[in-house]
């Protein structure tokens, strides 16, 4: 039985068990980008890289934003959900406010020409994947705790205790989660 009855969908947070020691996914933060039939896709929100983009990408010199580890799926390619919305031709919606992709050399030019919209975007390498019925199979072995909701400065919230203080935010059982110990051998 799962920790919680929320059902994931697009848009849901995923918040990872702390039990779960899995390398990629210990104390993650993952934002689902598309969940149906044929599986999910997500993005880790709280595992920043220690690079930038203008190092990764030479005609972003002038746009220097920090990119995070989005998961181990095609890690040779670069992913970005932002809020600046359909002014990005191709950008697929999330939610009302958010959306993931869409044309890299429009967004290039949004934020050399707009420079305070850096705020409203971020960008990954690699991203999570889940085959059809594979996420549903972890959440029931609690691997997950589902958040049906995320809150508006997901993009621009510090992630260094974001896993705590999401679950934090939830119900008063599945927040006790959050005082888990990093090495409870050592409690």
Do not use: C
């Not at 934003?65 to 191709?90: C, M």
């Amino acid at each position: 039985m799962s920790l919680n009855a929320v059902q994931p969908k697009k848009g849901s947070i995923l918040i990872s068990e702390p039990t779960l020691r899995d390398s990629f996914f210990y104390r993650s933060v993952v934002l689902l980008t598309e969940h149906n039939d044929e599986g999910s896709v997500g993005f880790i929100l709280n595992k920043p890289l220690d690079i930038q983009l203008n190092t990764l990408i030479k005609e972003t010199d002038d746009i220097n934003a920090d990119i995070f580890y989005g998961g181990p799926v095609n890690k040779e390619n670069l992913f970005y959900i932002h809020s600046i919305g359909k002014e990005v031709e191709g950008a697929m919606p999330i939610s009302k406010k958010l959306y993931w992709g869409g044309d890299f050399t429009l967004l290039k030019h949004i934020l050399q020409s707009q420079p305070q919209t850096i705020n409203q975007v971020r960008f990954f390498i690699g991203y999570s994947g889940w085959e059809p019925g594979q996420l549903k199979m972890e959440i029931e072995q609690n691997s997950w705790v589902v958040s049906a909701s995320f809150p508006n400065d997901i993009l621009t919230r510090p992630t260094k205790n974001l896993w705590r203080d999401t679950l934090r935010n939830m119900e008063s059982e599945i927040a006790l989660l959050s005082f888990f110990p990093d090495n409870p051998q050592l409690n």
